[in-house]
């Protein structure tokens, strides 16, 4: 198809129907011009392909697919190969389903051990994350699928998600949140990607400019289109305009009337709608729209996951050399996960696997000699002391227990953050009761995000599974009785206590404003800046075998070492590169991640690992110049095992480029040294360059960004009713221990995206009236609402606004 000649052919009303949907999950057709629909679906690790009426967050039953490890769980296994060919399953069995664009991979930065999102994201590192994500993207991408990396930018927080201002400086914006991204599109070469609900600096992520020509297209050279998350569109008219193309889901025909409006009263530019539109069409005239179902193997898919859970579980402990189980050995299963395994999150992403494994269930596949099971305790509920005997009955003949603990489906889901990050109390209590009874005590961890693990010193070993897939079971039993060895390091820090997490007493923020005062210090950034003590490191976990560095040198571009295996059994070791710089004039995190390989060494061999130096390893973001720069001098290059175990230092020195010392961000004394948490707000608008805006104190006029959870200022008291009942509503689905997603979206679900979820049936007249009713005005109200629902009827019927 000739794009330009196509797009002279049609309609003002067609060229702005194409930048929103036709219906849930599907772009708009447009048949005489030989344009196709592309279908969406969610799923960073599966296709969840809705079966039946549509919703977005996956109440309603979907088409069954492989449920792979969440992307928290495959980071661990810093493999940029497996992470492709878990892409390509995704991409093979999206063809099968005939989708067109997988909405993923996520890749937001975890700022927050307790974001309920967390386990659909990579990590804390934003050099890790953009390396998995672009693996995942090539992989997708290579049979024509349209890969949607998720959500650009600054969204690490449930709460308010779809009204939150994350408030963050330049430099902090550009190093921390959007460097994975970056290398999402130029190494992954994304076709599409998703906008973030939030604001930025008070400007919807999907209406930034900044965001989506200058440094999307301009600097990254984005060639793919840019669809808003689902409902997450405010204005779409200054979203077109400043890069944004696909509103999700469907508007109606209200959507395409307000850019056709828009463009006769001189408020868009119609060459800029056709600009929106060839880069569209580019995209969609490319896919796999139209093209016949592949046929795809199950059984094979099934394996990839199994594989990706093996290779990225983390050995956190290790007594003794408790593990590997010997076949002899006499063993006890207890634990609820046991028998029904917490294997993905809950939300968007939930997958309806083609098969699934629990540890009941396949257990005696392998070489393990149980005496014993009971399940130990029951999810959300206090340890039952009734069960005890039971328990104590399975565990009596065993010379080892092996307990399956983990995070509950209420702990961590889309719509909601966590309340702590400490492990359920019965399974703490359990733990410590089955220590008391004189059992060598193995824990295997289920969970998607970081739990506090101060209960440690009641096990022997720990296996930490995260979010395993639908295979995970069999490879968690593979790792134990060591038929291979683990191999996954962590990809995120686990502190000591929530209480050493910068500024998590503000987590998460409840008012309008996110304030991002620690800066550039996320994760590990800040504990080994500051030298707080972590319980396991990023980049932490252990083998069966052992590995020895050597001769660590630097080359021309690229700093070497010899790794050797010093023990007995084949194993995996993950080399990382951090880079410092001890005297430099700009605050700096002590070490920073750059390069890093995974390698596999029989007993006794030894490989030289290169890694390479790349245009992230020296640079930094200049908020005053609005560039990037590198300050010359001398680096350290730390070759490690994890980011405190450094087995080798080396200097190199960098030459500058664009650096200038008279013209640096401005900072306050302590930023200088990570000490964050010694910052005022006055500090924080020094960071940013103007004073950080305030909350202005108690809603009560309820508006078009104002969310359902707002009504409980509202002056009507209907208004308020209306909230309490939500509340009312999600407490009891928490006691029931299942999150009802629908209504946390909608509790968190602000009034003008009424209009865009429900397909056109509510326009932005309608909410106007409903506004004035929640404000207290309620015969006005009711009449401007019959009003406009009759003109959105008459409206939703003319012919005029038909689209052929």
């Avoid at 009596?396 to 702590?420: C, H, N, P, T």
């Avoid at 990037?628 to 994890?642: K, S």
């Avoid at 664009?658 to 000490?675: V, W």
Wanted: hydrophobic letters at 35%.
């Amino acid at each position: 198809m000739d794009i330009k000649q196509t797009i002279k052919k049609m309609t003002l009303l067609q060229k702005a129907s194409l930048m929103s949907g036709q219906t849930q999950f599907d772009s708009r057709a447009i048949a005489s011009l030989d344009i196709p629909s592309i279908s969406y679906a969610d799923g960073p690790h599966g296709v969840r392909k809705q079966l039946g009426s549509a919703d977005h967050l996956g109440l309603n039953e979907s088409a069954k697919a492989t449920c792979f490890p969440t992307s928290a769980t495959t980071a661990n296994s810093w493999d940029v190969a497996l992470g492709e060919r878990v892409g390509r399953a995704l991409g093979e069995e999206s063809l099968y389903h005939n989708v067109d664009a997988l909405l993923g991979p996520g890749l937001n930065i975890k700022r927050n051990p307790k974001c309920g999102r967390n386990f659909e994201y990579f990590s804390e590192d934003p050099y890790l994350s953009g390396k998995m994500a672009a693996a995942y993207i090539r992989g997708i991408q290579a049979n024509g699928t349209i890969a949607t990396p998720k959500h650009l930018a600054v969204n690490s927080q449930e709460y308010k998600r779809m009204t939150s201002d994350s408030i963050v400086d330049m430099r902090t914006y550009r190093e921390i949140y959007t460097t994975a991204f970056e290398i999402a599109v130029k190494e992954g070469g994304a076709k599409s990607i998703m906008t973030s609900y939030n604001l930025i600096n008070g400007i919807y992520a999907n209406e930034s400019e900044q965001l989506l020509r200058s440094i999307l297209v301009d600097e990254w050279g984005f060639e793919g289109f840019v669809v808003s998350d689902w409902g997450g569109s405010n204005d779409h008219v200054l979203g077109v305009k400043n890069g944004s193309h696909a509103e999700m889901p469907g508007t109606g025909i209200n959507g395409p009337i307000e850019l056709v409006e828009a463009v006769q009263a001189g408020h868009l530019r119609e060459e800029i709608l056709d600009q929106r539109v060839e880069e569209f069409l580019r995209i969609v005239m490319t896919s796999n729209a139209n093209k016949p179902q592949n046929v795809i193997d199950e059984n094979e898919h099934h394996e990839i996951a199994r594989e990706a859970a093996l290779k990225s579980a983390v050995l956190l402990k290790n007594e003794h050399n408790i593990l590997p189980l010997s076949a002899n050995t006499k063993v006890a299963i207890v634990g609820d996960f046991a028998y029904t395994p917490r294997y993905q999150g809950a939300g968007s992403s939930v997958i309806n696997p083609t098969q699934l494994e629990s540890i009941q269930s396949v257990y005696k596949n392998y070489p393990i000699n149980v005496v014993g099971m009971a399940q130990g305790f029951e999810r959300c509920k206090p340890l039952d002391v009734k069960t005890l005997p039971t328990t104590n009955a399975a565990i009596k003949d065993a010379d080892v227990v092996i307990l399956f603990l983990g995070l509950d489906e209420i702990s961590e889901s889309e719509g909601m953050d966590r309340a702590s990050i400490q492990l359920p109390q019965a399974q703490r209590e359990l733990l410590k009761y089955v220590k008391d009874q004189k059992k060598q005590t193995i824990v295997v961890l289920s969970s998607g995000s970081v739990v506090d693990m101060s209960w440690d010193v009641n096990a022997d070993a720990i296996l930490h599974s995260y979010l395993s897939g639908q295979a995970g079971a069999g490879a968690t039993l593979e790792l134990l009785t060591g038929a291979v060895s683990p191999s996954g390091k962590l990809a995120e820090s686990y502190p000591v206590s929530y209480d050493d997490v910068p500024f998590g007493e503000d987590f998460p923020a409840m008012g309008t404003y996110a304030y991002h005062r620690e800066g550039i210090f996320v994760g590990y950034r800040y504990y080994e800046t500051q030298n707080v003590a972590v319980k396991y490191p990023f980049g932490f976990g252990l083998s069966y075998t052992q590995f020895e560095y050597s001769n660590i040198k630097v080359e021309s571009n690229n700093v070497s070492v010899d790794v050797r295996n010093t023990g007995s059994v084949l194993g995996s070791e993950i080399v990382q590169m951090y880079v410092g710089k001890k005297d430099s004039l700009i605050p700096r995190p002590a070490k920073e991640l750059k390069a890093f390989a995974k390698i596999t060494l029989e007993p006794s061999e030894t490989q030289t690992v290169l890694l390479n130096f790349d245009d992230k390893s020296f640079r930094h973001y200049s908020g005053i110049n609005m560039r990037w720069e590198v300050e010359g001098g001398v680096y350290q290059i730390m070759v490690g095992r994890d980011v405190q175990s450094i087995e080798g230092c080396v200097d190199v020195t960098v030459e500058p480029t664009n650096f200038n010392a008279d013209t640096l961000d401005p900072f306050y004394p302590e930023y200088f040294l990570g000490n964050v948490r010694a910052s005022s707000m006055k500090d924080f608008g020094r960071l940013l360059g103007y004073d950080a805006p305030r909350e202005s104190g108690k809603r009560n006029v309820i508006e078009k960004n104002s969310t359902i959870m707002d009504l409980n200022d509202a002056k009507n008291p209907l208004a308020r009713f209306v909230s309490y009942c939500f509340r009312k509503l999600i407490t009891r689905n928490e006691r029931k221990e299942k999150p009802d997603l629908n209504l946390l979206f909608m509790f968190n679900m602000p009034f003008r995206a009424i209009g865009k979820m429900t397909n056109g049936l509510v326009d932005n007249a309608m909410i106007d009236g409903l506004l004035t009713i929640c404000n207290g005005h309620f015969f006005k109200g009711s009449s401007q609402f019959i009003k406009a629902w009759n003109a959105n009827r008459k409206r939703r019927k003319d012919p005029q606004w038909e689209i052929h």
